[in-house]
Protein backbone atom coordinates (compact mmCIF):
# COMPACT_ATOMS: atom_id res chain seq x y z
CA UNK A 1 0.00 0.00 0.00
CA UNK A 2 1.16 3.39 -0.51
CA UNK A 3 2.17 6.23 1.74
CA UNK A 4 2.90 9.61 1.74
CA UNK A 5 4.60 11.21 4.65
CA UNK A 6 5.06 14.88 4.56
CA UNK A 7 7.77 16.19 7.21
CA UNK A 8 9.14 19.64 7.71
CA UNK A 9 9.25 22.34 10.03
CA UNK A 10 5.50 23.65 11.22
CA UNK A 11 6.55 26.83 11.76
CA UNK A 12 8.43 29.33 9.62
CA UNK A 13 9.14 33.44 10.13
CA UNK A 14 8.11 35.78 7.31
CA UNK A 15 10.48 36.85 4.96
CA UNK A 16 12.34 32.54 5.25
CA UNK A 17 11.72 29.69 3.41
CA UNK A 18 9.61 26.95 3.60
CA UNK A 19 11.01 23.73 3.57
CA UNK A 20 9.15 19.97 3.35
CA UNK A 21 10.04 16.47 2.44
CA UNK A 22 7.70 13.94 1.21
CA UNK A 23 8.84 10.45 1.86
CA UNK A 24 7.13 7.33 0.00
CA UNK A 25 6.57 3.84 1.07
CA UNK A 26 5.14 0.78 -0.52
CA UNK A 27 6.11 1.67 -4.02
CA UNK A 28 9.12 3.54 -6.02
CA UNK A 29 9.67 6.93 -6.66
CA UNK A 30 11.10 5.70 -10.07
CA UNK A 31 7.59 4.10 -11.00
CA UNK A 32 7.32 4.94 -14.80
CA UNK A 33 4.26 7.33 -15.37
CA UNK A 34 3.70 8.52 -12.53
CA UNK A 35 4.15 11.86 -11.10
CA UNK A 36 4.42 13.81 -7.74
CA UNK A 37 2.53 16.85 -6.29
CA UNK A 38 2.10 19.50 -3.48
CA UNK A 39 -0.91 20.80 -2.99
CA UNK A 40 -1.84 23.57 -0.07
CA UNK A 41 -4.73 23.81 1.93
CA UNK A 42 -5.13 27.50 4.09
CA UNK A 43 -7.39 26.51 7.19
CA UNK A 44 -10.95 26.19 6.59
CA UNK A 45 -10.68 27.48 2.99
CA UNK A 46 -10.32 25.59 -0.19
CA UNK A 47 -7.36 23.62 -2.21
CA UNK A 48 -4.80 25.31 -4.40
CA UNK A 49 -2.12 23.39 -6.58
CA UNK A 50 1.54 24.28 -6.18
CA UNK A 51 3.63 22.17 -8.90
CA UNK A 52 4.30 18.87 -10.07
CA UNK A 53 7.44 16.57 -10.98
CA UNK A 54 8.66 13.73 -12.19
CA UNK A 55 10.78 11.06 -11.40
CA UNK A 56 13.10 12.18 -14.54
CA UNK A 57 13.23 15.87 -12.89
CA UNK A 58 10.64 17.55 -15.25
CA UNK A 59 8.96 20.00 -13.48
CA UNK A 60 5.69 22.40 -13.76
CA UNK A 61 4.60 24.98 -11.58
CA UNK A 62 1.79 27.21 -10.33
CA UNK A 63 2.04 30.32 -12.19
CA UNK A 64 0.99 32.57 -8.94
CA UNK A 65 4.02 30.88 -7.30
CA UNK A 66 6.32 29.46 -9.88
CA UNK A 67 8.62 32.95 -8.92
CA UNK A 68 8.56 31.32 -5.20
CA UNK A 69 8.65 27.29 -5.43
CA UNK A 70 10.91 24.78 -5.98
CA UNK A 71 9.99 21.07 -6.47
CA UNK A 72 12.67 18.84 -6.46
CA UNK A 73 12.97 14.51 -6.59
CA UNK A 74 15.66 12.19 -4.87
CA UNK A 75 15.16 8.84 -5.97
CA UNK A 76 18.20 7.44 -3.77
CA UNK A 77 16.09 8.62 -0.84
CA UNK A 78 12.73 7.79 -2.66
CA UNK A 79 12.00 11.32 -1.48
CA UNK A 80 10.44 14.69 -3.27
CA UNK A 81 10.54 18.18 -2.05
CA UNK A 82 9.01 21.22 -1.94
CA UNK A 83 10.93 24.90 -1.44
CA UNK A 84 8.76 28.15 -0.61
CA UNK A 85 10.71 31.10 -0.58
CA UNK A 86 9.95 34.50 0.95
CA UNK A 87 6.70 33.41 2.84
CA UNK A 88 4.29 35.49 4.31
CA UNK A 89 1.50 34.44 6.74
CA UNK A 90 -0.95 34.22 3.58
CA UNK A 91 1.37 30.67 3.02
CA UNK A 92 -0.01 29.10 6.35
CA UNK A 93 -1.67 26.54 5.59
CA UNK A 94 -1.68 22.39 5.60
CA UNK A 95 0.62 21.18 2.87
CA UNK A 96 -0.41 17.90 1.40
CA UNK A 97 2.27 15.76 -1.03
CA UNK A 98 0.33 14.09 -3.58
CA UNK A 99 0.59 11.38 -6.23
CA UNK A 100 -1.85 11.19 -8.96
CA UNK A 101 -3.04 8.63 -11.37
CA UNK A 102 -0.91 7.98 -13.64
CA UNK A 103 -2.90 8.39 -16.96
CA UNK A 104 -4.02 11.42 -15.40
CA UNK A 105 -1.33 13.20 -14.38
CA UNK A 106 -3.35 16.38 -12.74
CA UNK A 107 -5.80 14.03 -11.19
CA UNK A 108 -4.52 13.42 -7.10
CA UNK A 109 -5.40 9.96 -6.08
CA UNK A 110 -2.88 8.90 -2.63
CA UNK A 111 -2.69 12.02 -0.26
CA UNK A 112 -0.71 12.18 2.57
CA UNK A 113 -2.10 13.37 5.91
CA UNK A 114 -0.83 16.45 5.88
CA UNK A 115 1.41 19.20 7.44
CA UNK A 116 0.61 22.14 8.89
CA UNK A 117 3.32 24.98 8.11
CA UNK A 118 2.60 28.13 10.05
CA UNK A 119 4.23 31.31 9.29
CA UNK A 120 4.39 33.96 12.31
CA UNK A 121 7.33 35.67 13.51
CA UNK B 1 -6.64 31.27 -14.91
CA UNK B 2 -10.03 28.68 -15.09
CA UNK B 3 -12.24 29.72 -12.45
CA UNK B 4 -14.63 26.63 -11.01
CA UNK B 5 -17.83 27.38 -9.26
CA UNK B 6 -19.84 25.39 -7.41
CA UNK B 7 -23.42 25.05 -6.02
CA UNK B 8 -24.79 24.87 -3.42
CA UNK B 9 -21.76 26.07 -1.15
CA UNK B 10 -23.77 24.69 1.95
CA UNK B 11 -26.38 21.83 1.57
CA UNK B 12 -28.33 20.16 4.06
CA UNK B 13 -29.91 16.31 3.43
CA UNK B 14 -31.39 13.42 5.20
CA UNK B 15 -29.90 9.95 5.58
CA UNK B 16 -31.60 7.81 2.49
CA UNK B 17 -31.61 11.47 -0.15
CA UNK B 18 -30.47 12.12 -3.45
CA UNK B 19 -28.33 15.08 -3.50
CA UNK B 20 -26.81 16.42 -6.50
CA UNK B 21 -24.00 19.30 -6.74
CA UNK B 22 -23.10 21.36 -9.31
CA UNK B 23 -19.59 22.96 -10.80
CA UNK B 24 -19.36 25.08 -13.63
CA UNK B 25 -15.81 25.92 -15.37
CA UNK B 26 -15.67 29.39 -16.55
CA UNK B 27 -14.01 27.96 -19.95
CA UNK B 28 -14.29 25.00 -21.54
CA UNK B 29 -12.65 21.88 -19.97
CA UNK B 30 -14.16 18.90 -22.00
CA UNK B 31 -14.27 16.11 -19.46
CA UNK B 32 -11.33 16.95 -17.26
CA UNK B 33 -13.38 16.89 -14.13
CA UNK B 34 -12.49 15.32 -11.20
CA UNK B 35 -14.40 15.32 -7.51
CA UNK B 36 -13.25 14.83 -4.35
CA UNK B 37 -14.75 14.08 -0.93
CA UNK B 38 -12.46 15.94 2.11
CA UNK B 39 -13.44 15.11 6.33
CA UNK B 40 -12.29 17.26 8.99
CA UNK B 41 -8.91 17.02 9.69
CA UNK B 42 -8.07 14.56 6.64
CA UNK B 43 -6.86 14.76 3.51
CA UNK B 44 -9.22 15.00 0.21
CA UNK B 45 -10.52 11.49 -1.24
CA UNK B 46 -10.68 11.38 -5.00
CA UNK B 47 -14.27 10.09 -5.95
CA UNK B 48 -14.63 10.48 -9.80
CA UNK B 49 -12.42 11.31 -12.41
CA UNK B 50 -12.31 12.40 -16.01
CA UNK B 51 -16.27 13.55 -15.38
CA UNK B 52 -18.03 10.39 -14.68
CA UNK B 53 -15.58 7.75 -13.94
CA UNK B 54 -15.49 6.40 -10.38
CA UNK B 55 -12.44 5.57 -8.76
CA UNK B 56 -11.34 2.16 -7.51
CA UNK B 57 -13.24 1.76 -4.36
CA UNK B 58 -15.32 4.59 -4.35
CA UNK B 59 -19.19 3.17 -3.99
CA UNK B 60 -21.78 3.12 -6.78
CA UNK B 61 -24.09 5.69 -5.02
CA UNK B 62 -21.60 8.23 -6.29
CA UNK B 63 -21.90 9.38 -9.93
CA UNK B 64 -20.60 12.27 -11.97
CA UNK B 65 -21.72 13.57 -15.26
CA UNK B 66 -21.64 16.83 -17.55
CA UNK B 67 -18.71 18.02 -19.94
CA UNK B 68 -17.51 21.23 -21.52
CA UNK B 69 -17.96 23.55 -18.59
CA UNK B 70 -21.19 21.90 -16.43
CA UNK B 71 -20.75 19.07 -14.12
CA UNK B 72 -22.70 17.24 -11.33
CA UNK B 73 -21.83 14.98 -8.85
CA UNK B 74 -24.78 12.93 -7.39
CA UNK B 75 -25.34 10.46 -4.36
CA UNK B 76 -28.47 8.29 -5.06
CA UNK B 77 -28.88 7.54 -1.27
CA UNK B 78 -27.06 9.68 1.33
CA UNK B 79 -25.20 7.19 3.93
CA UNK B 80 -24.06 8.64 7.55
CA UNK B 81 -20.20 8.54 6.30
CA UNK B 82 -21.26 10.98 2.82
CA UNK B 83 -21.48 14.11 5.12
CA UNK B 84 -18.61 15.89 4.27
CA UNK B 85 -17.41 18.80 1.71
CA UNK B 86 -16.79 18.09 -1.70
CA UNK B 87 -14.52 20.00 -4.36
CA UNK B 88 -14.61 19.93 -7.66
CA UNK B 89 -11.29 20.23 -9.47
CA UNK B 90 -10.04 21.14 -13.18
CA UNK B 91 -7.36 18.79 -14.75
CA UNK B 92 -7.48 20.40 -18.30
CA UNK B 93 -5.27 23.93 -18.02
CA UNK B 94 -2.27 25.11 -16.23
CA UNK B 95 -2.83 25.85 -12.54
CA UNK B 96 -4.60 23.30 -11.96
CA UNK B 97 -7.89 24.78 -10.06
CA UNK B 98 -10.18 23.37 -7.31
CA UNK B 99 -14.02 24.76 -6.76
CA UNK B 100 -14.84 26.60 -3.39
CA UNK B 101 -16.38 23.69 -1.78
CA UNK B 102 -19.63 22.35 -1.02
CA UNK B 103 -20.50 21.60 2.32
CA UNK B 104 -23.06 18.74 3.04
CA UNK B 105 -24.56 18.90 6.64
CA UNK B 106 -27.12 16.87 7.81
CA UNK B 107 -30.30 18.09 8.35
Known amino acids: QLRLQESGPGLVRPSETLSLTCTVS??????????WAWIRQPPGKGLEWIAS???????YYNPSLKSRVTISVDTSKNQFSLRLNSVTAADTAVYYCVRPLSDYHTTFDYWGQGTLVTVSS | DIQMTQSPSSLYASVGDRVAITCRAS??????LNWYQQKPGKAPKLLIY???SLQSGVPSRFSGSGSVTDFTLTISSLQPEDFATYYC?????????FGQGTKLEIK
Open chain 1, 26 to 35: GGSINSSGYY
Open chain 2, 89 to 97: QQSYGNPYT
Open chain 2, 50 to 52: AAS
Open chain 1, 53 to 59: IYYSGST
Open chain 2, 27 to 32: QTISTY
